[in-house]
Nanobody, 126 residues
């Protein structure tokens, strides 16, 4: 059974930093692409960042480029996202998700992510 456990959320002031982690189990973590999504209050879930198997290809939403960094440690079966210079508009529940393959063959549609973690809340105060 695929399990994804996100952690690291919390309350931070604008301009601050947080590091999210996602512990994965139940599948060969290193063989799959992974991603971070977020869902702001009252809004749709949106892709924040994604990384392929081996980390050779990384994609970011325009709104977080230069501030967020996605990474993975395949030896620890863990996905990370370092979030710097946080803004109030970054407030959301953040979810980690498993891509259905190692590489983004069919793009980065939500339906291409086949397993989801439970989410961790990030709140950025102004």
């Amino acid at each position: 059974e695929v399990q994804l456990q996100a952690s690291g959320g919390g309350l931070v002031q604008s301009g601050g930093s947080l590091r999210l982690s996602c512990a994965a189990s139940g599948f060969t973590f290193g063989a799959y692409g992974m991603g971070w999504y977020r869902q702001p209050p009252g809004k749709e879930r949106e892709l924040v960042a994604a990384i392929t198997s081996g980390g050779g290809t990384i994609r970011y939403a325009d709104s977080v480029k230069g501030r967020f960094t996605i990474s993975r440690d395949d030896a620890k079966n863990t996905l990370y996202m370092q979030m710097n210079n946080l803004k109030p508009e970054d407030t959301a529940v953040y979810f980690c998700a498993k891509y259905r393959a190692g590489y983004f063959y069919s793009g980065l549609r939500r339906i291409d992510f086949d397993s989801w973690g439970q989410g961790t809340l990030v709140t950025v105060s102004s």
